[in-house]
């Protein structure tokens, strides 16, 4: 009996106790003969795939996959996220992180417990990536549909695993597929994490929230930018050399009226001319609104272009066409228009040596993730043409070369939006992400720059002197004209208008949302009143953050 109440105390004892390090396995001696000769099957077959072309390593790559390996040499990570620019190699920084942990005498790992998974639903990802990777790993290639039951299945049990995640930021949010598999296979845990010795080695190019979340890992995680190699042109490079323009809307239909928006015809008119100053024929690909938007797009195009020097091609889910490089790798007979749908979003490689115009759906409220992946994301890489040009929100691609020249450090100048970002009192961070720390059991020490910042608010007793303040002091911050004239309501009262309401405010009330609206790069201007029923009461605000 007192036997069996000191085990139960000591088994409580141990868990309270916390584990804060990857456990180690223990392998017999033949076990470990068994993976070093395994893995060396795995290498050996790295370095003839590399030989024969079929999974070219590069320097820059193996410099990415030796600051992975090193970084999991810190037993306290479990998760790494590596950020590398679109079409910038990161199946090769995959393959060459595999290459480099195996060839590390201190990494014993069984073979079957490597994976690669994705919450994209592309078959054609599925079917790219395991024609990359060695044999031995191409069971273990899943993507969204395998998740919930192949993918769960095969890792719930496993000890001293890495699993490997490309495109993080796609199905990412809690409740998704790739949380709800991790919450079936029980590594929604950082217990079981470090006890199992599970290594998560995240991919994107666009982490939005996810790298937010992550960061609040306390020791548990990391981050490592992956410079492309020599020879790479980024979505940047292009808007530099003049191959980034702003996109217009090409569908223009009003469901309100039943019409088409005749701008359209004038914006097509304008591509028309920028198609025809090539000087060959070329593929120029278009990506239409879904339903039928897309016959909308479609009619525009063919009454606009006529039917004589162009062809026109659809290629969407309903189409013959199962692989768009079959097309692209011909050199095109005449211009030719590709009218794409829910197609080329992350992960696709295209053939560009024949391409011209990339055309992205217009949004008025673009998705800046979904922006820099689509269309402009296809156009990046190692081989580009020197000619084509994408039609895009060019917003998207400068904030994106902030975002990657602070390092994704910095959350309070740039309104990144995203499915898990949100822009909220000035700082951007992470929303509802599959990373958020809470989800595996950690403990968020408080981060200073997700405290709301207090904004500045100078009070005058008349529009002129506002206005008078503003251009001597904050003309020059926010590149305006300053605060425009305002005009009395009828009972003779002014008004302000807070979160689409126009209305009288009073003092109160306009401190109250004080943040709304505001970032860096705004200045926002109110009436309000000490008292609502006093016109005498009335002052002028200008609220915006200190630079």
């Not at 590594?187 to 666009?206: G, M, P, Q, S, V």
């Not at 063919?302 to 013959?320: A, C, H, V």
Request: charged share 30%; with cysteine; net charge positive.
């Amino acid at each position: 009996m007192m036997r069996h109440q000191q085990n139960t105390t000591n088994d409580i004892i141990a868990s309270r106790h916390e584990i804060t390090e990857r456990v180690r396995c223990d392998y017999s001696l033949t076990e470990q003969q068994i993976m070093n000769l395994t893995k060396q099957n795995v290498i050996n077959e790295l370095t003839i795939m590399d030989l024969r072309g079929t999974s070219v390593i590069y320097e820059s790559q193996e410099i990415t996959a030796l600051k992975s390996v090193n970084a999991f040499k810190n037993r306290k990570i479990i998760n790494l996220m590596v950020i590398g620019r679109t079409q910038s190699g990161k199946t090769g920084c995959m393959l060459a992180t595999i290459k480099k942990y195996l060839e590390d005498a201190s990494n014993l790992i069984p073979i079957e417990n490597i994976y690669i998974i994705t919450g994209v639903s592309s078959r054609e990802w599925k079917k790219q990536t395991k024609e990359r990777v060695p044999e031995n790993i191409q069971a273990r290639v899943f993507h969204r549909c395998d998740l919930p039951i192949t993918f769960v299945d095969e890792i719930k049990n496993k000890k001293n695993a890495l699993i490997i995640m490309d495109e993080i930021q796609v199905a990412a949010k809690k409740k998704q597929t790739i949380y709800n598999a991790f919450k079936k296979a029980g590594l929604l845990d950082k217990r079981r994490l470090y006890e199992n010795d599970i290594k998560i080695l995240e991919y994107t190019a666009t982490p939005d929230g996810t790298i937010y979340d992550l960061m609040k890992w306390n020791d548990a995680s990391s981050k490592i930018l992956s410079e492309p190699g020599e020879g790479y042109t980024s979505s940047h490079d292009l808007y530099l050399s003049g191959r980034v323009r702003q996109y217009e809307d090409l569908c223009g239909y009003d469901e309100a009226t039943g019409e088409i928006n005749t701008d359209v015809f004038e914006h097509i008119k304008n591509l028309k001319t920028c198609i025809e100053s090539y000087d060959c024929p070329r593929y120029h690909i278009i990506r239409t609104n879904n339903g039928d938007g897309q016959i909308i797009t479609i009619k525009n195009f063919k009454q606009s272009f006529g039917p004589n020097d162009f062809q026109f091609i659809k290629y969407d889910l309903d189409s013959d066409i199962l692989d768009i490089n079959n097309t692209l790798n011909s050199a095109p007979d005449a211009h030719t228009i590709i009218f794409i749908k829910e197609k080329l979003r992350c992960a696709k490689t295209l053939s560009k040596q024949y391409i011209g115009i990339l055309y992205e759906r217009y949004s008025k409220h673009p998705d800046d993730s979904t922006i820099m992946q689509a269309l402009l994301g296809r156009n990046t890489g190692y081989d580009d043409n020197g000619v084509s040009i994408c039609f895009t929100n060019v917003d998207s691609v400068r904030k994106y070369e902030e975002l990657w020249r602070n390092n994704f450090n910095d959350k309070t100048n740039i309104k990144w939006n995203s499915k898990t970002t949100i822009f909220q009192n000035g700082i951007l961070s992470g929303k509802n992400t599959f990373n958020n720390p809470k989800e595996f059991g950690f403990s968020v020490a408080t981060d200073p720059t997700d405290e709301p910042r207090e904004p500045v608010i100078q009070k005058f007793r008349t529009q002129e002197l506002a206005k008078e303040y503003y251009i001597k002091y904050l003309k020059n911050v926010f590149n305006g004209n300053g605060p425009n004239k305002r005009k009395m309501n009828s009972d003779g009262f002014y008004e302000a208008t807070v979160r689409t309401t126009r209305k009288v405010y009073t003092c109160d009330q306009i401190r109250s949302e004080r943040r709304w609206g505001l970032d860096d790069k705004t200045c926002r201007y109110y009436p309000c009143y000490k008292d609502a029923n006093d016109i005498s009461s009335l002052e002028w605000w200008l609220i915006y953050y200190q630079k």
